[in-house]
């Protein structure tokens, strides 16, 4: 079975390139963090050459997203982009996801491999984690949370009650 795996990051180092990312655009302070603004406003800004494209639910029945690195390109499902203007937590992750595909992974941080039987993917070489990962350090800013309940978690940065429990458990 072929698999994609990614250049090893660790939490540790996401978290701390997520902080970079707070600091250079200023959100440091921002607990709901406007990802939706950030992907339209702030992203061309950061990326040159940064384009996303709205697609239909016929151009995407299965995937609430999905990213081009070698293109700076992000695609979000029609319904999910709607959702998360309207800030609907799966939809803002979801974006907060793709994004963290877009910043880090690229053509040579990505390859094609064939695991031997029974050896399993480490998570920190898998991109899908990887950009989890990302979506959760971003959306819920580790300075900002330390100290909150999971409940407390979603209801202020806009995210899912698991998504805060995930994240709740790496502070």
């Excluded at 660790?10 to 406007?34: A, Q």
């Amino acid at each position: 079975m072929n698999i994609y795996k990614a250049a090893p990051l660790s939490r540790l180092s996401i978290r701390e390139y997520v902080k970079h990312i707070r600091i250079v655009t200023g959100t440091e302070d921002i607990m709901f963090f406007p990802i939706v603004e950030f992907m339209e406003l702030v992203l061309p800004q950061l990326v040159e050459g940064f384009y996303y494209e709205i697609c239909s639910k016929e151009k995407m029945p299965n995937k609430c997203g999905e990213t081009f690195p070698a293109k700076n390109k992000i695609c979000i499902r029609e319904d999910i982009y709607e959702k998360a203007v309207n800030n609907d937590p799966f939809a803002r992750f979801s974006i907060a996801h793709e994004i963290g595909h877009l910043l880090l992974h690229d053509v040579g941080s990505i390859s094609l491999c064939r695991l031997e039987h029974g050896e399993k993917l480490k998570s920190f070489e898998d991109p899908e984690w990887q950009a989890d990962c990302f979506g959760g350090e971003f959306l819920m800013y580790y300075p900002l949370i330390k100290g909150l309940t999971p409940s407390e978690i979603s209801e202020q940065c806009g995210v899912t009650k698991r998504a805060a429990s995930v994240q709740h458990s790496c502070v």
